[in-house]
């Protein structure tokens, strides 16, 4: 095993009903102004935004809204809810929503406090906030990016076209009602799932050979993973499926999943610069890429992918991983080529070339891509 210091900021109140059981309580120990975030307006429509303004009235808060975070969150909008939080002199952030809300708003809480520039200070100076940031707290109505137990946010400079990660607040507190999940579209659910699977892979894949009781963990919860989905697929309101879901989704990025080893993320690097060319949905671009991706390097590790095939979809060989990998995708109804991906523009080859060229290449997966490599890949899924 690598060294370690394993350390969790997040205290998780999970299950039906954890808002009105839990909310009151840490409120209390909470100053009077509430910055509450959301989307596109879903928490209004499924009755999450009335339960939690009644919860936040109650209490005795001064509530400031900040609405209209989109899917894969822009510096624009950060820059926003800075400035709202500011404004208000917001003591708490209430977050309320999946991966972009939850995101977007880690770093408002650090930015608000500071005139300094976040995103030139840690993605061109590749330094941290030196201001500890305005406590967040997050309600997750869609799950699978695992943000609610980390201090990670991934924020797109559309100027720039970079989507780059980012490090900032990790949420105080996450409540996590599966309840809140049941009203998300179906390919929402499967795709956010399908995120989760891809973390629980990009840990699991990282460079070091050794054996880890942490990739022991990252196979249990990839089997899960697809299980719950597999349930979902017959009935997509099973709520122990649904349950279950939301806690792999947190476990998988919460950090015990790293412990001890080096990871991957070579495919998440290319779905972010895909997001920042296209805005193309998260889980479901890296649903076509993985494939194409385990291909270019089931060679490199051929133990590994032959594991994973045993355990996670019963089946032998390495390249019958990746071959179930695929189906399973395909199984799911999820896109497999990046024509069948939302995007803002049109795909050419053009583009992927710039996707390509302006991708990180990690060091830590079983073999360092090029940026030629990330294009041929990206050619692949067209
Ligand atoms: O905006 P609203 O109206 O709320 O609609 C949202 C959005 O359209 C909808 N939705 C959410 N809860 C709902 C609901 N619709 C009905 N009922 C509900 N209960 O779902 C849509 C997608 O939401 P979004 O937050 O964009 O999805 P997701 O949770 O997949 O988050 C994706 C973002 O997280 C980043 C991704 O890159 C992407 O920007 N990631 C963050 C990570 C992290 N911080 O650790 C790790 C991940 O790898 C990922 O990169
Ligand atoms: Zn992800």
Request: proline share 4%; glycine share 8%.
């Amino acid at each position: 095993m690598e060294n370690f210091v394993y350390e969790y900021p997040t205290k998780v109140c999970f299950g039906k009903g954890a808002a009105k059981a839990h909310l009151p309580g840490i409120l209390s120990a909470c100053g009077p102004n509430v910055l509450l975030a959301y989307g596109g307006g879903s928490i209004k429509k499924n009755g999450v935004y009335e339960e939690l303004l009644e919860i936040l009235k109650a209490a005795g808060k001064t509530v400031t809204e900040f609405a209209g975070i989109m899917s894969n969150p822009t510096w624009v909008k950060v820059q926003e809810g800075a400035q709202l939080a500011r404004d208000c002199k917001a003591d708490l952030v209430l977050a309320v929503g999946g991966g972009s809300v939850i995101d977007c708003c880690k770093i408002v809480c650090a930015q608000a406090v500071t005139d300094e520039e976040l995103w030139d200070l840690e993605m061109v100076q590749h330094k941290a906030p030196s201001v500890p940031p305005i406590p967040l707290g997050a309600v997750v109505t869609a799950s699978g990016t695992g943000a609610e137990m980390n201090g990670g946010a991934v924020i797109t400079n559309e100027e720039a076209k970079i989507k780059g990660g980012m490090f900032a607040a990790a949420p105080r507190f996450a409540i996590l009602d599966p309840e809140y999940t049941m009203r998300l579209p179906r390919m929402q659910v499967l795709s956010g799932a399908f995120d989760t699977l891809s973390h629980a892979m990009e840990t699991y894949f990282g460079r070091s050979d050794r054996d880890n009781v942490s990739d022991e963990v990252a196979l249990a919860v990839m089997h899960s993973t697809v299980v719950n989905m597999r349930t979902l697929l017959k009935d997509i309101n099973d709520y122990t499926a649904r349950s279950n879901l939301m806690w792999t989704s947190a476990m998988a990025e919460n950090g015990i999943l790293k412990v001890g080893r080096v990871t991957d993320f070579e495919c998440h690097q290319i779905e972010h610069q895909l997001g920042a060319y296209t805005d193309c949905n998260h889980g479901q671009g890296l649903a076509v890429l993985h494939p194409a991706y385990y291909r270019h390097i089931v060679k490199d590790a051929p133990e590994k992918f032959t594991k994973l095939g045993k355990v996670v979809f019963d089946v032998d060989g390495s390249d019958g991983a990746v071959d179930a990998l695929a189906a399973f995708i395909q199984e799911c109804g999820l896109p497999t080529r990046l024509s069948q991906l939302r995007s803002k523009v049109e795909v050419t080859p053009e583009l992927l070339r710039q996707v390509a060229d302006s991708t990180n290449l990690l060091p830590n997966g079983p073999r360092q891509l090029t940026h030629d490599e990330v294009y041929e890949i990206l050619k692949e899924c067209l």
